[in-house]
């Protein structure tokens, strides 16, 4: 028997996070709880090195099966597909290398995506050459130019923008220049690295710059907020919201997920995608 109304589907291109708190574990999550049916096309495997102050260890999967797994997940819900509810809107996570950077414009270059949610995963952080520098420099070339909406975190957004972000003019000055540089809308996250008692982001498309602001819940960053941020966006552009309204629905599901947070052995915390219902 099928069912009368068919939910907004959603695709994420991601890492997995072993632990469970990040990547497309954070996503699938999250667009579960937002009612969205989920798709996740894996691009690497991340697992935290306890042994090693709980550095990343990095594991990408092979070029050949993030091809079919696009083309599998197109057939079954893509515009030629025929199913009763299409995929036009993807997010994008850690791609990792610039074969998969690759990869990923190509299955995405054809303008069947709506909505392009690119959460920009940038791991150079100005002192390692090659790998990790071709791989940032290929996500903004061929990446950023596909993208309808970016949300950069306070890193992301100074690198993308060329801007030292200190206070939230800084910030909102990033916001801009990021759309100017993408034309996408952009959620430029200060999050709690900026000082004062808000956790503070900066919204701007072009034309509507808002800052969106909640009471900062502790000092330090949890895992899979800007994960489940990108995603609670991405549910939500699905579902056919704008995207301010998606922003400030993302905004407020992130800040309950912070509040009700699972702590574990490692060195830091995990949002909770079900902290809005507590």
């Known amino acids: 028997m099928t069912s009368a109304v068919s939910p907004a589907i959603a695709l994420t291109i991601a890492g997995s996070e072993a632990t469970g708190g990040a990547g497309a574990q954070a996503d699938l999550k999250t667009f579960q709880q937002l009612g969205v049916f989920g798709i996740v096309n894996l691009t690497c495997i991340v697992s935290f090195d306890p042994q090693d102050n709980w550095t990343h260890r990095f594991v990408p999967v092979d070029q050949q099966v993030i091809a079919d797994q696009l083309e599998a997940t ?64 290929a996500l903004k070339a061929q990446i950023l130019p596909l993208a309808t909406f970016v949300t950069p975190n306070h890193f992301e957004a100074e690198s993308l923008s060329g801007v030292t972000i200190t206070d939230e003019e800084s910030l909102k000055a ?89 702590a574990s052995g490692a060195p830091f915390d995990a949002l909770w995608q079900g902290g809005a219902l507590s």
């Open 74 to 137: 197109t057939a079954a819900y893509g515009a030629a597909s025929g199913a009763p509810s299409v995929l036009d809107t993807v997010k994008i996570g850690m791609l990792g290398s610039p074969a998969t950077i690759s990869t990923v414009e190509a299955a995405l270059g054809g303008g069947s995506f709506a909505n392009i949610v690119l959460d920009p995963v940038l791991i150079c952080k100005g002192q390692e050459p090659g790998h990790a520098l071709d791989t940032d420099q």
């Open 174 to 262: 990033a916001a801009i220049r990021i759309h100017e540089l993408s034309g996408a809308a952009v959620l430029a996250k200060g999050g709690v690295r900026l000082e004062g008692p808000d956790a503070v982001d900066v919204y701007y498309d072009g034309e509507t710059l808002e800052v969106l602001r909640a009471p900062k819940v502790g000092e330090v960053a949890v895992s899979g907020a800007g994960c489940s941020l990108a995603a609670a966006i991405t549910a939500e552009l699905a579902k056919g919201a704008s995207p301010l309204e998606a922003a400030r629905t993302a905004k407020a599901f992130v800040t309950a997920g912070i509040r009700n947070r699972v």
